[in-house]
């Protein structure tokens, strides 16, 4: 079964990822990030080429509860293809509660296990990035919810360690495995590190060789080229997009195009940027009530004028993000969006940087 973003032919590009039993349709993704990675992004990255995606994390607690809350987080459009629910949780009956709805009566094509949240009262409840100090729990965990998923199944989420004297990715990949999850995927900071510092590739190359199970690596994916140097450099099978992804959903295509070699067509004619933001911002108003959906909205027009056609220094850029940081309805970005067309029609300004 070959499933994700656009299909090109097999021929043209290097061997597509296998992923448990799907032929990836190619070797970039969305990683899951909280009040970003809803489906009116997801929907975004899949039509650009991300070959999956995942929910932001929920706790497992609160899926078993079914609260109402949690449960629209992990609300999918019917377009979707391949999509991971992610749980997060240290307590093996709330897990495996959670894993039965999110794989049983919500669909999921298959199951994320987080234990890479660096929440410190997530960490200190020996959840998430807590677990990484206990790679035998993480088997077990794994296991258990292995089996309440199935069939759908599971993969894990995880960070290098909990600091710099404590890497224990290798050894927590290794249990992953063993305990059933076809894939895990490493954001390769510490716990301590937070969102901070660097990431480190070379963890995400130790893991690639001490697992049979696909590799998705991530972690300062700025660039198409970024995500394609991580691929050649540490061998893993797939590289997860995160923050670049949020305001510039288009930079999947590019990535494809740069894997198949072919000449990358960037996405950075005006009408085209400001189509994708408004179609964005259209989900958000159909998954959200308007209020959140417009808060959301503020905070995605600053992503998206860091992906302006003119530059993010451009004036273009800042009379955008002036006009959307403040909208507090869906008439008032509407204004926004009129006036910015106009800017876009008067093109000029977005082409070019403005210093
Ligand atoms: C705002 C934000 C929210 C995030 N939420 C989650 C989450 O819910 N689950 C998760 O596994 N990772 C989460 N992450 C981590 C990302 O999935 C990703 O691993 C990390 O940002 C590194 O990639 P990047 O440097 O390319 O952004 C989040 C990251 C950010 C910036």
Redesign the pocket.
């Known amino acids: 079964m070959t499933v994700g973003g656009s299909n090109a032919p097999e021929s043209a590009a290097p061997s597509a990822p296998r992923m448990g039993p799907w032929t990836l349709s190619g070797p970039f993704a969305l990683?899951?990030?909280?009040?970003?990675?809803c489906w009116p992004l997801r929907l975004l990255a899949q039509e650009f080429g991300a070959a999956f995606s995942?929910t932001?994390?929920v706790k497992a607690k609160f899926v078993a509860q079914r609260h109402a809350d949690t449960l629209n987080s992990l609300a999918r459009h019917p377009g979707e293809r391949l999509v991971g629910g992610?749980i997060?949780g240290g307590d093996p009956d709330e897990l495996a509660r959670a894993a039965g709805i999110v794989a049983h009566e919500l669909g999921f094509p298959f199951v994320?296990f987080?234990i890479?949240?660096p929440i410190r009262r997530v960490v200190s409840e020996g959840a998430g990035g807590g677990l990484l100090a206990d790679p035998p729990r993480v088997e077990r965990l794994v296991r258990i919810l292995v089996e309440a998923a199935a069939p759908a199944p599971v993969t894990v989420?995880m960070r290098s360690g909990l600091d710099e004297q404590n890497i224990t990715a290798v050894e927590v990949a290794q249990a992953a495995e063993a305990g059933g999850a076809i894939a895990v995927?490493l954001?390769p900071?510490t716990v301590r590190q937070g969102?901070g510092g660097r990431?480190d590739h070379e963890v995400v190359k130790a893991v690639k060789a001490a697992v049979e199970v696909p590799v998705i690596g991530?972690?300062?994916?700025?660039s198409a080229a970024d995500a394609v140097r991580l691929l050649r450099e540490t061998g893993c099978d797939v590289a997860?997009?995160?923050?670049?992804a949020t305001g510039q959903p288009w930079i999947f295509r590019h990535a494809m195009a740069l894997w198949r070699g072919e000449e990358a067509s960037p996405e950075t004619e005006a009408g085209a940027w400001l189509n994708v933001f408004q179609r964005h911002v259209e989900g958000l108003l159909e998954h959200w009530d308007e209020r959140t959906a417009i808060l959301h909205t503020r905070r995605l027009a600053r992503e998206y004028a860091a992906a302006c056609p003119g530059g993010p220094e451009s004036s273009a850029a800042r009379r955008f993000y002036e006009r959307h940081k403040q909208v507090e309805s869906r008439a008032q970005w509407e204004d926004a969006m009129a006036a910015t067309a106009q800017d876009v029609s008067g093109a000029g300004d977005l082409q070019q940087p403005t210093v």
């Open positions: 990683s899951p990030m909280a009040d970003f990675t995942c932001e994390m992610q997060c994320d987080n890479a949240c989420k995927a954001h900071r969102y990431a991530g972690g300062d994916m700025r997860y997009f995160g923050r670049a």
